[in-house]
């Protein structure tokens, strides 16, 4: 269950290829970009 909290540096579950999406696992956004996420990031954290 709370296996999914994981905040660590690897996430079997998304470990998509690079640049395909960029998700924020704290609080579920997901991005098409890291610049999308880096945005983000500043405005909502
Ligand atoms: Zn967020």
């Known amino acids: ?3 999914r ?4 540096d690897k996430n079997d579950e998304t ?3 690079v640049d ?3 998700s924020r696992a ?3 956004q997901e991005f098409n ?3 999308e996420l880096k ?3 500043s405005t909502q954290h």
Not at 5 to 8: A, I, V
């Open 26 to 28: 704290d609080c579920g």
């Open 39 to 41: 945005e983000h990031e």
């Open 5 to 8: 909290l994981d905040r660590g």
């Open 20 to 22: 395909v999406s960029f």
């Open 15 to 17: 470990s998509t290829d």
């Open 33 to 35: 970009s890291r610049q």
């Open 1 to 3: 269950m709370s296996d």
